[in-house]
């Protein structure tokens, strides 16, 4: 079983991508080598995600990250790095530095699509959080 130590319920969505804007590249650009790469998000809360992304040498803890996740733009700082199965990734642990009405609303509704996928209750109203730093 996954412990939850989030502020925030974490869930594990079906094939959910993010572009992942690593340095030298930028959201939103679709040709050549600014193109952001795509991160598989292995789990997701209110208040952070871990995702599976092709390794980077200048992404370390502390790392600010600039992602878009269904089209809404926020930024996310590294809290940790693990190897993945997958040769040439790894899974980067990150928390949201602001988060917006409209991706806070995104994110409850992946937990509310998650818990009826997985058979679990789902809670009329899903808790938001909002980061404070």
Known sequence: MMTNRRL?????????EIE???P?????????????PMALVSDISISGLQVVAPDHDKVQIGTLVPISLGGLETTVRVRWIRPALAEGKSAYGAVFLQISRELEELINQIVVQ????????VREEPQ?????W
């Open 8 to 16: 925030g319920e974490r869930v594990v969505p079906d094939d959910l």
């Open 20 to 22: 992942w804007a690593v």
């Open 24 to 36: 030298g590249t930028k959201l939103g650009t679709t040709k050549g080598r600014k193109q952001p």
């Open 114 to 121: 998650c818990r009826f996928r997985d058979g679990l209750p």
């Open 128 to 132: 938001g959080y909002r980061t404070i």
